[in-house]
């Protein structure tokens, strides 16, 4: 059992040497617990511009099981991960911020799971004192707001989780440039479970998620996984015309009770009807956008979890390479 560690990194060289030293020694006791064969640490440096590039340089010299992947220039977060993952070759992979929020002791806890059988294993930031007020209100409506648009988030989990490897092949299927990876996860499937804990402080270094960064995040978010802010304009229209019709039963009422506003019925119920009319139309665009969006990802269809079948044995291509850790 190989288990792999990515570790995303923009501008950390103040917390390297201490998450390297408390996620080595970690691996190094499950593997003196032999519930492990081996591992891999693997960095992301994102285009720093500091000493992270050196010190991970460093590190990965001298020690064959750190690894060290260095973008060409500062592609983001999601990305960094994306390229971590993909590298990865172990039987399941953990992936964890670099400045130490995610108490890496949770590694043994989430190997646990795994050997239990789950296949994802999310970690959920239920005790988030340490953020401050704003983003921890921030981030409750940003979940509640992706779960009332239908987006099979898990709340207040982030980007620590650990994965199997056969998720890890469903995940390489989605090939969407503008990737939101803790949408993906909950969408794919399989066994999962929560573990979770209580979000530290950062270790070093500053935030690399300003309001700015925060809310552009937030949105990428929605508009990868709901075309729901397009249907509204359509809901929005039928409403107008509702309200429109109303306003037209009662021009009709005043004009028999004498009660008229010269003019108002003839200018106003247009305005307002008309308007209805093209925001339903519009949000009939938007489905058909919605469509094509969906399309262009080229998402798969569908994930599949196992194969029963006495002569499949040597005919499974989908995880192919893989079926020999196929715990099933
Ligand atoms: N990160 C990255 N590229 C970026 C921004 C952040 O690789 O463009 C990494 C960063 O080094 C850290 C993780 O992503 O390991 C999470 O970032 P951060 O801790 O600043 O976010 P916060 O916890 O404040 O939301
Ligand atoms: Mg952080």
Known sequence: MQLDIVIPCFNEEAVLNEIILRVKKILEELKGRKLIDGYNIIFVDDGSDDGTFEILKKFSQKDKS???????????HQA?????LKFSKGDAVITLDADLQDPPELIDTMLQRFNEGFEIVYGVRDDREQDTFFKRTSATCFYKLMLWFGVKIIPHHAEYRLVSR?????FKQYGEVNIFIRGIFPFI????????????IRFAGKTKYPLKAMLKFGFEGITSFSVV????????GAFVCFITLIASAWGFLAYFTDNTIPGWTSTVLPIYFLGGVQLIFLGLLG????????????????????????NDKNNNNFFDSHDKNDKS
Do not use: H, M, Q
């Open 287 to 310: 489905e058909y956008i919605g469509k094509i969006f969906l399309e262009v990802k080229k998402r798969p269809r569908y994930i599949v979890k196992n194969v029963l079948s006495e």
């Open 189 to 200: 499937g399989f066994k999962s479970c929560k573990i979770n804990y209580k979000r530290d």
């Open 166 to 170: 056969k998720v890890l092949e469903a």
């Open 80 to 84: 960094a991960l994306t390229a971590g």
């Open 66 to 76: 750190v690894k060290t992947i260095s973008l060409s220039r500062n592609f983001g």
């Open 229 to 236: 802010p397009l249907r509204i304009a359509s809901v929005v």
